[in-house]
Structures are given as C-alpha cells and as structure tokens.
C-alpha cells in the first residue's frame, strides 16, 4: 500500500510540475532572450542532420590559415597555400599584418566564408550559402584539421547540452577505385531516360563486380581505420557527456558512375565499422545534375540497400521550393526517397506540401516512423522558407517523427539552441511537451549501432531533464 501510494505521489508531483514548466514556457513564447536562456539550458539530445565542415566556425579556419601564412587574393579573396607563378594581386598573411591590413581581410574573410552580414540583396542566398565550402576548404584539409574540428564541436555541444552529434564527416577518397570505362554514364543516362529499372540494375551490377574486384573493402577498411577510428579514440571524443558518431556522404553532382562508386564505397565502409552509423547525399538538389540524375540516385541507393541491408541511411530530399525549380520538380522527391530509395530520416524535406498525394505520404511516414529532420535557419536562409511556409506543423499534425538540426551552424553563424527558439517563437502549436518529445526523438531515431549506448544516452537525458526543470520552476515560481 506504501509503494502505492508513493507512486500516486509521485505521479501527481511531477503531473503538477509539467503544469508549471508548461505555463512558464507559454509566458516566454514571444520573448527571443527569455527563450534562448531557457533552450540554452535545456537538454537537447542529439543533433542528427550536422555536416562536419559547415558547422566549424570560419574564424577557426582563418586563424589555420594566419597561422600558416597561406596567401590571400587581394580581389577575390580565394586563398592558397602559396601564390601562384606570374600572377598578381596576392599577398601573405604576415605582409598584411605588419601593414595593419590583417583584422580587415579576417573580417572579408567570414562574410566570405559564412552568412555574416550578408545584405540579401547583393547575391542569391543559395549560391551565398553552397560557395562558402570551396573557400575554407584549404583550412579544412590542413594537418590536425580534422583533430581540431572535431573537438570544436564537442566543446559547443557540450557547453549548449546536447549529448550527441551523427556529423556528415568527410568523404572517402581511393585512388586505386576508377571507373574508367565511361561508357558506364552513357548507358546509365539512357537508362534513366526510359525509367528502366531492369537495364540500371544491370548496369549497376556490372559497376558494383568492378569496384569489388578493385579491393574496395581494403579501402574502406583503411578508412575506417585511419581517419574514424584512430582519430575518434585518439581525441577520446566520447566521454560521460558527450558521444559522436559519423555518416560517410557521397556528392551528387559528379557523373553517375562515379556517384554510383563512391555509394558502394560509403556503405561498405559503414557496414564494417561501429563509429560510422550512416550514408548521405549531398550537394544542391536544384544543381542541374542532382535534378537531372534524381531518379537514377533513388535506384542506386535501393539497389546499395539490397547488398548491405543492415546500413542505414538519411537523405537531403525535398530541399526545394517554388520558383527555384519547376512545380512539377516540386511533386516526387522526397516520395521517391522514401518509397523507392527506403530511406531511414529525411533532411529537409521543405516542399512537403508540393509533393503528389502528400496526405498519403506523410501518413506513410508516421506509420513506419520515418523521421523528419527539421532546419528551421537552414531553410530560411537557403530557400526563404519559414514562418507558415515552412511544413513543419503538417509534419506535425499527421505525427511524422519529428528531430530538430542544425544543418551547418558555422556557415549559417547559428547553434542548435537557435533553432529550439525559432521552433517555439513560430509555432505557437507545438507544446513544451512536444518539444521535449523531439529532443528523445533525436536519440531514439539516430543510427547510434550499439543499443547500450542509446540507452545510457537517453537514462542520463531523462536525468538531465528532471534536474532542469526542476531548476526552473525554482527558479520562476
């Protein structure tokens, strides 16, 4: 009877306390300081739609190349290791220090590298956003970069409670693997003309015999042992706080065959080892290849699925909106991910309300509880999708899974905490109550292999949870 009534007890205490917390967080709604001190606090769980290299901070990669006393473009301002022969206008590091000029070309630098400061007017945000990569990719490949990278993410995440990270990493490179015989992309070309899913399966088997005769498991294996794997424990990136796992990526705008290979190798690699959880697609799903190879990219990714069934796989899919592609562009994606493709989350997905049939397709994915991965600043900045525009209440409302990401928080000079803000400032239906469902969405739907370790992630962030909001009801009685 005294265990009984203990669990009343308890049950009422805490059904009084979620009252409490619910009418504070309804007292903050419009209030952006009060909200991002409250989310800052907050666990949030884990971050599943994160790439690596968009989500340093551009002053950490201009500071690597200060350092190293790389050269910058005085007009264009690309930087290199070292200027090139008879060519003007570039000029070392440490020449425009000594002449007082470095604090300014570090400030040209971030606007270059990030959104800062970007007007909305000068350029199209997407190319803004998509540019910046090929910038700092000289800081991002140096020596240690990765090492430094890595443990600049935890830091943040560690200091805005969050408990896991599944970062889009790097992509896997061998330069024994060639598909030299560029036939291949032809015949693939034709093939995804008719929609022949007999002749692309073929052609795909004779691809995949090719990379497997070229020892693709060696490469994959070395991979994993060498960038993942020594890099990951070396850094001791998980610990009592904190734990990170890795999706491999394969980039869409190459020829199909190469995509094709790299997919193979992306898998392979992520059948064999614990630390990478997943497979990805990216690059601009409006780049004239991307839209033109979309169907042939869902096959491929079926037919991957089939030889490693085990692996699991998000994709950027339905990163679109009105005007930026043809309406008729608008209506299949991210139904091709799902239903051919199979895709475990989706990313973005922010022309759900375009797609054909999309009543029956948001009631498939609620039924086999195939996540939403939602980039509220992502897709403001990108495609000027927010606010009402945005489908993240149709998600909602038909009870799709719903995890909330950062995308790319250094380029978009942005953490996942802005996100919580934004989330709760715009959508007046979605509760505390909702929302907390979200952060135990994001450790429940991430591709984390080891079941004990989701399990003593979610433990510790039921734990974290109590002590906070017990901390704020005393706080703000």
């Not at 290299?53 to 301002?77: C, F, K, P, R």
């Not at 995804?192 to 060696?218: F, G, H, M, P, S």
């Not at 424990?233 to 995509?259: C, W």
């Not at 009402?388 to 909602?396: I, M």
């Amino acid at each position: 009877m005294n265990k009984l009534l203990l669990l009343v007890c308890t049950f009422i205490s805490a059904s009084v306390n979620a009252q409490g917390l619910d009418k504070y967080f309804e007292s903050i709604r419009n209030n952006t300081a009060e909200l991002t001190a409250f989310f800052s606090q907050m666990p949030k769980g884990g971050d599943l739609h994160n790439h690596y290299s968009g989500s340093v901070y551009a002053e950490t990669y201009i500071n690597y190349v200060v350092q190293q006393d790389y050269v910058v473009n005085e007009t264009t301002l690309e930087v290199r290791s070292a200027p090139p022969k008879e060519t003007k206008n570039w000029v070392h590091f440490s020449k425009l220090n000594d002449s007082g000029l470095l604090a300014a070309y570090k400030q040209k630098l971030i606007q270059k590298w990030s959104v800062k400061d970007y007007n909305g007017v000068s350029y199209p945000s997407d190319k803004q956003f998509f540019e910046t990569f090929s910038g700092f990719g000289i800081a991002n490949d140096g020596p240690g970069r990765l090492d430094s990278g890595l443990m600049e993410l935890k830091r943040r995440a560690v200091n805005e409670n969050v408990s896991y990270i599944e970062t889009m990493f790097t992509s896997i490179h061998c330069e024994n693997i060639k598909i030299l015989d560029t036939s291949f992309n032809r015949l693939l070309e034709n093939a995804q003309r008719t929609r022949d899913e007999a002749q692309t399966t073929a052609l795909l088997d004779k691809i995949y015999k090719t990379v497997q005769d070229k020892n693709v498991k060696a490469c994959a294996a070395a991979y994993n042992n060498d960038v993942i794997s020594k890099l990951h424990y070396g850094l001791k990136i998980d610990d009592s706080l904190f734990t990170m796992r890795y999706q491999n990526y394969v980039v869409r705008v190459v020829p199909p065959a190469d995509v094709f290979k790299n997919l193979v190798l992306a898998f392979e690699s992520a059948n064999t080892c614990p630390l990478i959880v997943g497979v990805n697609i990216v690059a601009p799903e409006d780049n004239e290849i991307s839209m033109r190879d979309y169907w042939l990219h869902m096959q491929m990714f079926k037919y991957c699925h089939n030889k490693y069934p085990d692996v699991k796989y998000s994709m950027h899919a339905g990163e679109l909106t009105l005007g930026m592609v043809k309406p008729e562009d608008l209506t299949w994606h991210i139904n091709a991910a799902v239903r051919t493709a199979g895709a475990n989350r989706i990313g973005h997905g922010a022309d759900m309300a375009y797609e054909h049939n999309s009543y029956d397709l948001l009631q498939y994915m609620a039924t086999h509880k195939i996540p939403i991965e939602i980039n509220l600043a992502s897709n403001e900045f990108i495609l000027k999708v927010k606010d009402d525009q945005h489908p993240v209440t149709l998600y909602k409302e038909f009870g799709v899974p719903i995890v909330i990401c950062s995308d790319d928080a250094g380029v978009l000079r942005s953490n996942l905490t802005y996100q919580y803000v934004l989330l709760a400032k715009r959508y007046k239906d979605v509760s505390y109550e909702d929302i907390k469902q979200y952060v135990f969405n994001s450790i429940d739907h991430s591709f984390i292999k080891e079941d004990a370790v989701k399990e003593k992630i979610k433990t510790q962030l039921k734990e974290r949870f109590s002590d906070f909001e017990k901390k704020v009801l005393a706080t703000h009685k």
